[in-house]
């Protein structure tokens, strides 16, 4: 681009040379649209982007924060910034980054999910279940949020609990292959099943092994529950 670009000129050169996946290039455009435009706060959320590899996540976080600087609402700055964090295992930078976002936006739900996200790997599982389920209120049709509010509920206390989620999960999304395979294994795991949960667990597991998607590891352990809820 011709260095007496507009701010606007260089910024749009830099998303079409991302998108060509010549990175270098975009960056070299978004930089330069922060010079001429020091608060453009999408040149930072796109420079982080260009960013986001293992060996770049400082430069990313630096990047995605000057974004949430200059345009504190900018709600998939946050979300990027909170995850650039979450990689690199520093959970509360993270949970802080999305609690200022829930200042200004508190009706967001992927704000609550990511929140939970951290609070799942610090762990911090009761944390965790809280905020998943605060993003299920904002947004019951994902089946990304009943899946991870299920998958959180490790404990036996939330047994049933968890299997409604996971229908919940399947109703949403019916292709969600874990979401099967977890419905499966917590209804298998339960001391107290009835007939009909015994065959719907069996049909979960068979459904997830008809679309060929897990790991030997879970394959196996599928064919092993199936023959245990058969043999009983």
Excluded: W
């Excluded at 990175?23 to 930089?31: I, K, N, P, R, Y």
């Excluded at 520093?90 to 996200?117: C, D, H, R, W």
């Excluded at 009761?126 to 899946?147: G, L, N, R």
Aim: aromatic share 10%; with cysteine; glycine share 6%.
């Amino acid at each position: 681009g011709c260095v007496g670009g507009t701010p606007e000129e260089h910024f749009n050169q830099g998303v079409q040379a991302f998108q060509k996946g010549d990175t270098l290039a975009a960056v070299g455009e978004f930089q330069k649209t922060i010079k001429l435009k020091p608060d453009f706060a999408a040149a930072y959320f796109n420079l982080g982007i260009c960013y986001s590899t293992p060996e770049n996540r400082e430069k990313a976080i630096e990047n995605f924060s000057q974004a949430v600087k200059y345009k504190p609402n900018y709600t998939d700055a946050i979300i990027a910034l909170s995850q650039a964090y979450a990689r690199t295992e520093k959970f509360v930078q993270a949970i802080e980054t999305l609690k200022k976002g829930l200042a200004g936006n508190p009706t967001q739900p992927s704000f609550y999910s990511n929140m939970a996200y951290c609070f799942l790997n610090m762990p911090a599982i009761d944390s965790a279940i809280v905020y998943y389920k605060k993003a299920y209120q904002m947004d019951s049709c994902s089946a990304d949020i009943s899946y991870n509010l299920a998958y959180a509920m490790t404990d036996p206390k939330y047994s049933d609990e968890s299997i409604r989620y996971l229908r919940r999960a399947i109703l949403c999304d019916d292709q969600k292959m874990e979401a099967h395979y977890l419905l499966g294994s917590r209804l298998a795991a339960k001391k107290n099943r009835t007939p009909m949960e015994t065959s719907e667990a069996i049909k979960s597991l068979e459904r997830y092994l008809e679309s060929g998607q897990g790991s030997m590891v879970q394959v196996d352990l599928a064919n092993k529950k199936i023959k245990e809820l058969k043999g009983k």
